[in-house]
């Protein structure tokens, strides 16, 4: 066996990556649970509720307010579009691409978000109010902590 000062000063159980990555799964879990019945998968519903509250939006705002990579969105966007939910028209800029709702995106929008609410609320019902807000004060640390080192 060899020495491994550094290594052996590491506790995994300490690391917040690994951390967030179990609330990720757990939290996921409960929501796709109910959503996949839906044919959703992953950053597709943010993506769809973004794009049905903001009307239009390019592909670029779409990354930076759900902070998905380029790809994903892309991605993402030809599976919805594939689907019938959303259509991408180019933008002022050639090189833009802007994302809005079809009538079958609303509909799916108008049937999925009850059901979102209900999972929404057994999530808040066991968090409670104060960690919801917690997690939304994490979050806003960190991503302004962070912006930068992109």
């Known amino acids: 066996m060899i020495a491994t000062p550094n290594f052996d000063q590491?506790?995994?159980?300490?690391?917040?990556?690994?951390?967030?990555?179990?609330?990720?799964?757990?939290?996921?879990?409960?929501?796709?649970?109910?959503?996949n019945a839906f044919g959703l998968r992953g950053s597709m519903l943010s993506l769809l509720f973004l794009v049905g509250k903001?009307?239009?939006?390019?592909?670029?705002?779409?990354?930076?307010?759900?902070v998905l990579d380029a790809s994903t969105v892309s991605r993402d966007i030809k599976k919805l579009m594939k689907k019938g939910w959303v259509t991408v028209e180019a933008g002022e800029d050639a090189r833009e691409r802007v994302v809005s709702l079809r009538k079958e995106g609303y509909i799916l929008l108008e049937e999925v978000s009850p059901v979102w609410s209900a999972v929404h609320a057994k999530v808040v019902a066991a968090l409670g109010e104060f960690s919801v807000q917690q997690i939304d004060q994490v979050t806003s640390v960190l991503a302004n902590h962070f912006k930068d080192s992109d």
């Open 10 to 35: 590491v506790d995994p159980r300490e690391c917040v990556y690994g951390k967030i990555r179990r609330l990720d799964r757990i939290v996921n879990g409960v929501y796709m649970k109910e959503i």
């Open 54 to 66: 903001m009307g239009k939006i390019n592909q670029k705002e779409i990354g930076e307010k759900l």
